[in-house]
């Protein structure tokens, strides 16, 4: 189940909050067991994907179309899970600080 849009930020600036009264080691090791985590579950996605692309018959009729497609786009949200893990373990170790401080820009980059 997807969060609103509210919720989700709301939720990453609680996050946000609690991290910054862990040390950069503790969020680093959390963001690592994070991508285990995510990289079990993309590697189970993958697998159950190709049972249900190798049990389709077209002959018979049989198509898994759905679930393939729901288990493709779980893998991708894993890999993008995976991929903000990996870039705030490099910010964390380069120095750079996120500015949660700063209020929203609305996706404008000005």
Same mark, same amino acid.
């Given at each position: 189940? !997807? *969060?609103?849009? *509210?919720?989700?930020?709301?939720? #990453?600036?609680?996050?946000?909050?609690?991290?910054? *009264?862990?040390?950069?080691?503790?969020?680093?090791?959390?963001?690592?067991?994070?991508m285990?985590?995510? !990289? #079990?579950? &993309?590697?189970?996605?993958?697998? &159950?994907?190709? @049972?249900?692309?190798?049990? @389709?018959?077209?002959?018979?009729?049989?198509?898994?179309?759905a679930?393939?497609?729901?288990?493709?786009?779980?893998?991708?949200?894993?890999?993008?899970?995976?991929?903000?893990? &990996?870039?705030?373990?490099? &910010?964390?170790?380069?120095?750079?600080? @996120?500015? #949660?401080?700063?209020?929203? #820009?609305?996706?404008?980059?000005?």
């Amino acid at each position: 189940m !997807t *969060k609103s849009p *509210k919720i989700a930020a709301s939720v #990453s600036n609680v996050e946000a909050v609690r991290e910054e *009264k862990l040390s950069d080691e503790e969020i680093i090791a959390r963001a690592e067991a994070d991508m285990k985590r995510f !990289t #079990s579950e &993309r590697d189970a996605c993958v697998a &159950r994907r190709k @049972e249900l692309m190798d049990a @389709e018959d077209p002959d018979k009729g049989v198509f898994h179309a759905a679930e393939i497609f729901r288990l493709q786009q779980e893998k991708l949200r894993l890999d993008v899970e995976m991929e903000f893990r &990996r870039k705030k373990i490099n &910010r964390i170790r380069l120095g750079i600080r @996120e500015a #949660s401080h700063l209020p929203p #820009s609305g996706g404008m980059l000005f």
